[in-house]
């Protein structure tokens, strides 16, 4: 895979119209969850990717590092650099996030996420998948599985956003980044539990085994178990 495919469910070309408001939407995306977290990548090779102009690009990131988020470094060693970091949980930031949200949107929050992680998973199932992509799937179960607490939250997105990443579908890979970001604040507000990280580790090689088997039905049962334990710890720490 190449440089980009971890940042490619979230740095997707901009439309033409309001290019300014999407390219801060888009950096905002990757550095919320922790797609990028040390620097953005050259300018040059950025705007390209973006398909916007070099101008658009300095613009949303002066604004980004205005509002705290980035801090621009010249020089040779130079560059954007993300100052951004999650709040560690504490008690009653979940509850919080959830008056923020509105109990109704966090309820559709995760029938959307559920909606589109299955189809993801469903789809990856059901395609022949070369070597490289193969591979590759197993290289993000292999860093989350083995993540410590510090990077675990940041690796199970990037796991998560993988699957989608790997069908090759630019919309379906842009929705599952959607629904994490809608998600993500909820997370990061729940206190990493080492039983339930041990229990997700096990739905992830159950989840990437169905994939590789191709066996799409045993891929999306996979998928709802892991999605419904998150959902079921969301319940309990808000109870």
């Known amino acids: 895979m190449d440089e980009w495919a971890p940042l490619a469910a979230v740095l997707r070309p901009v439309r033409a119209g309001n290019a300014f408001e999407e390219t801060v939407e888009r950096l905002l995306q990757a550095i919320k969850l922790e797609v990028v977290t040390e620097k953005l990548p050259p300018e040059r090779e950025l705007a390209a990717h973006l398909g916007i102009s070099r101008v658009t690009l300095r613009e949303a990131i002066r604004a980004l590092q205005q509002a705290g988020y980035l801090d621009v470094r010249r020089g040779r060693y130079g560059g954007a650099f993300v100052t951004y970091t999650p709040p560690r949980p504490g008690q009653g930031d979940l509850r919080r996030a959830v008056v923020d949200m509105g109990t109704d949107d966090l309820a559709d929050a995760l029938t959307f996420q559920m909606a589109v992680e299955l189809g993801a998973a ?10 490289p992509r193969r591979d590759e799937l ?3 179960l292999r860093e989350v599985n083995s993540a410590g607490p510090g990077d675990y939250r940041r690796l199970d997105t990037a796991f998560h956003l993988a699957i989608a990443e790997l069908t090759g579908s630019p919309l379906l890979t842009a929705a599952c980044a959607d629904a994490w970001l809608r998600v993500a604040g909820l997370l990061n507000a729940i206190p990493l539990l080492q039983h339930n990280i041990r229990h997700a580790a096990v739905q992830h090689e159950e989840i990437v085994t169905a994939i590789l088997a191709g066996d799409s039905g045993a891929a999306s049962r996979a998928v709802a178990g892991h999605l419904e334990g998150t959902a079921t710890l969301l319940r309990g720490f808000l109870a």
Request: no cysteine; charged share 45%; net charge positive.
């Open 122 to 131: 469903q789809t990856l199932a059901g395609t022949e998948l070369d070597r």
């Open 138 to 140: 197993r290289r993000r």
